[in-house]
């Protein structure tokens, strides 16, 4: 009886499908498969970045990603352990630089690049934003820390 008990108790963790999940949505977790520029337009789904060393998913604006802005700092964030998020960025993308929208502070890609993909403790979750009418005239970071 008690391995029967045991196996149930495994079977739902066996099956399950990878997650992330914050305030009251959940989001399945699509990976990229080889092609780094691929994002799931699915709309409850995000994108784990292949490329970074972070924990970093993307998401389409206009689906799951459209859930990335109801987020403020202080928020957790459960994707296998629990994540706190300690800030927030926007940017507006002229090119190839970032301006930060908060400072003025002007950053290449690669400085943006190096900034949320490199450190394999952060959990980064990334989606366009709209500047001056364009969809994806921004982007918008947010960076959680493990708890």
Known sequence: MNQILAFLIF???LFSTPSISFTNHTFAIANQNGDPNYISS?????TRYSLAKSNAYLAHYAYAGQHFLELSVGAIIVSGEQYTVKRIDRYTVSGSNYINQATGQVYSEGAVWNMYYLDPRL???QTCITVNGDPVGGRLFVVGEGL
Do not use: D, M, R, S
């Open 123 to 125: 959990l980064i979750l």
């Open 42 to 46: 699915a709309h409850n789904t995000v």
């Open 11 to 13: 079977l739902p963790v």
